[in-house]
Every structure is written in structure tokens, then in C-alpha cells.
């Protein structure tokens, strides 16, 4: 999902767990064509330019957290910044990824889920940390039970990388809503609501992708 324009974006400290205030200081004023993306079990990222000397430019630097509005979530999320790029034009383009890829920073050592529910390995994978955090999990499927082992694994590749046989969405499937701190795993998120998008009415915009590979598939 590709967003546009966001209210109420601010700067917080590295160490920020909560985004209801203001933090080091409020950027909407001076920022430039702030954009929240989001991929289903895939990238989550807030891209945006800034003046290098604007009111607020010394707090954009390398792991501090910008919070920003995100369509269908209730709380501004944070994203903590990755990079920081200076033009010759004066300005600041920033790159910075959802807290969640906290946990791709954080190794499971050696972990085996047996026979749990969704919610049970998300429970065991968060518990299997090499270091502290504080970020919960919830499931709304409590009937799909499988195993997995998971041996020096990053604990976001545990969660939802689709491409290794052992991780919670491979064995247990399902897709994962990322919200701040909070993760919520569900056979799908969304529901159809019966809204329809079509040219010339409510359509403004519109990318498309072909994977090559994936076509010449057979199934």
C-alpha cells in the first residue's frame, strides 16, 4: 500500500516506546512529500525530505524514530531511521523502517516450537530472544497447530519470512499486522466490505507488476 500525504508526523528520541506526544519536535510544517509503504509480508517504510536546516533537522539522525499516521491503524507508528541522505540542494532525504525490523537485529538462538497454536509459537519465538524487548503478540487463529525449529534465525525472519520452510507464516500461514510495538497474526487481514474502485470515478492512481518468473510457473 502506497500512501500520500500524512498529518502530525514528529521526531522521537532512539529510545521512545510510546508516540502520543510530541517527541523532540513536530516536522509536518517543514517536511516534504512524506510516504508511508507498506507490502503485505513485506516492507514497511516511511521515505521523506527535510530541509537540512530546518527547525527540527538535528533530530533526524541515524535510530531515532519518526512517528507517523498510517491508514487503518488507530496509533501513529514509528519508524526508526536508517538513513540519511544530504543533497547539494540543502536538503534531507530519510529513509527510515517500521520498529518492527527491531527484531532483525535480534537472534534466536535455538528455539523448537512443537504442536503449539499460532499464538503458542508466536509466545515461544518471542520468548527465544538472545536480547530483551518489549514487543507482544497476538493471534486470532486458535485451531492451526504445527511445529518448526528455528536455529540462529533473526526473530522477524522467524515471523514472516515466506521463503524458508520454518517460520511462523510458512508453517502456520496466515498474514501479520504490525502495529508499533504490538504484532497480530490472522488468517487474513481486512475484510471485504464491497467497495469497488473504478476509472474515471474514485480511481487516481494506478501501478502495476509482472513477475516474469511467477507467470511461467505451472502449477
Known sequence: MLFGRLLMITIHDRTAT?????GLGVLDREIINPIV???LGGEFSLTFTYPADGSAATHLILE???A???PGL???QGFR???VVTTLEGMLEVTAFHVFYDLAANLIADTYVVNKTAKGALTQILGAANTKHGFTATSSDTVTRSSARM????IAAALMDA???????SRWGGELARDNFHIHHSARRGRNTGVVIRDRKNLTGFESYIDLVKSLVVV
Open 81 to 83: 531511521i536508517s538513513e
Open 64 to 66: 531515532n524514530i519518526v
Open 151 to 154: 536455529v540462529r534465525m533473526p
Open 74 to 76: 488507530e496509533q501513529r
Open 163 to 169: 521463503g524458508e520452510d520454518n517460520t511462523l507464516i
Open 68 to 70: 507517523a499516521p498510517v
Open 37 to 39: 509503504t507498506e507490502e
Open 18 to 22: 510510546t508516540f502520543t506526544a510530541t
